[in-house]
């Protein structure tokens, strides 16, 4: 298989395995603990602090780590909503639905932000609605279009207005280079599976001297912002991952990764009609690649594709199933029918130029199997037959 999906989830690399593994086989002491092989554990955690907090430019002390990137996003919200200001929370159209779901229902009424036809929010539409907000949340980088929001200028606004800021940058860490000193935000959500560490591990930046209402309590664990028993070996193992992303980004991986994605879209571009890159093309993650297909219906492209042996997705992975057009291209202002023939191609670090090439070759045949078919008036159907 040919792995498009890393926006999804990313493959753990063995360097993160390994070290994730002594903590499930051997040492399984609980690090709260004041024997020996529980002070093991306790460092092994403070060492996975320390490399988390490299990869964002923070302080060790200011990372907690959770059970996942949507509960790092809840807790963050959780504690503006209960020690912000009143007034409304103001986050952007096109958030990841942990963001929108949360602000929903939390009763102090959401300003949305809107967003340009490239996926950007405009600054000045937060300076014209600053009366009446409480905090602002902002997504770093758009989980399905890559599109890089201007964090460092909605944050200065944000800042002088008196505002909290947290970002959602699960899908950024890890693939661009991030410094929460340059962009002064309070908060920050990160997951460990966006950037080959394991499942069911994600942290929280929280500014040093910022106020702080955890969601969960109990032992009083991660400095009492997160209680609960910590996952030692999920820990350690996002500690490597995030060690192993910093030297990454050092090395020029990104590029690389742009690399092979824009090859891929020449290849298609240059071969297939009707074909439309979704977002801002000069601000958007190196991995990214959101396309509209004109005349091609996204799930029966994600069947021929899948039949070929490439793995990508149409949308969220966290909508997946759901048959309605993405909110976050449908407040691009895309239209709903160019919306249902989008599909979200997302490179890692372990694809290849070779696998770049031979991906976009079956992309260009299920374009022209499927237009055939729907040309033909039979319709996606036909397409399971084989």
């Not at 690399?13 to 051997?26: F, I, K, R, T, Y």
């Not at 040093?208 to 309590?217: A, E, H, R």
């Not at 991952?241 to 990104?254: F, K, M, N, Q, V």
């Not at 039949?307 to 709903?336: D, F, N, R, Y």
Request: charged letters at 20%; hydrophobic letters at 40%; one cysteine or more.
């Amino acid at each position: 298989m040919i792995d498009l999906d890393a926006n999804a989830t990313t493959a753990m690399l063995p360097e993160v395995l390994d070290a994730m593994l002594p903590w499930l086989s051997g040492n399984h002491a609980n690090p709260s603990g004041s024997y020996r092989a529980a002070k093991l554990a306790r460092a092994a955690i403070d060492t996975a602090r320390g490399h988390v907090a490299a990869l964002i430019g923070a302080d060790a002390g200011e990372i907690a780590f959770t059970g996942s990137g949507t509960e790092s996003v809840n807790t963050a919200l959780h504690s503006l909503d209960n020690l912000a200001g009143h007034g409304k929370a103001a986050v952007s159209a096109i958030e990841h639905s942990a963001v929108l779901r949360h602000v929903e229902k939390q009763g102090r009424g959401v300003h949305l932000l809107p967003v340009g036809v490239g996926g950007r929010v405009d600054p000045d539409s937060l300076r014209t609605a600053c009366a009446g907000l409480a905090y602002l949340s902002i997504m770093s980088a758009n989980n399905e279009t890559g599109v890089i929001q201007p964090l460092g200028e909605l944050s200065s606004i944000a800042r002088g207005l008196g505002l909290p800021i947290h970002t959602d940058a699960i899908q950024a860490i890890g693939k661009i280079p991030f410094d929460v000193r340059t962009t002064a935000v309070d908060m920050l959500s990160l997951s460990a599976h966006k950037f080959h560490g394991p499942k069911g591990i994600g942290a929280l930046y929280i500014r040093n001297g910022l106020d702080f209402s955890p969601l969960l309590l109990g032992g009083g664990q991660e400095n009492g912002r997160r209680s609960g028993t910590e996952n030692v070996a999920a820990i350690v193992a996002m500690g490597e991952a995030a060690r192993l992303a910093t030297l990454g980004l050092g090395d020029g991986i990104s590029e690389r990764i742009r690399g092979m994605r824009d090859s891929f879209e020449n290849e298609i571009l240059a071969a297939v009609t009707g074909v439309t890159l979704n977002g801002d093309p000069q601000n958007r993650l190196p991995n990214t690649s959101h396309i509209s297909f004109e005349g091609c219906d996204a799930a029966g492209l994600l069947i021929l594709l899948d039949e070929a042996g490439v793995a990508c997705s149409a949308g969220s992975a966290c909508m997946t199933g759901k048959q309605k057009p993405s909110h976050v291209q449908l407040a691009m202002g895309i239209p709903e029918q160019r919306a249902k023939t989008s599909l979200r191609f997302s490179f890692s670090r372990l694809n290849t130029a070779e696998e770049s090439a031979a991906a976009a070759a079956k992309v260009i045949a299920a374009v022209g199997k499927l237009r055939r078919v729907q040309g033909n008036g039979i319709g996606p159907v036909a397409v399971y037959s084989g």
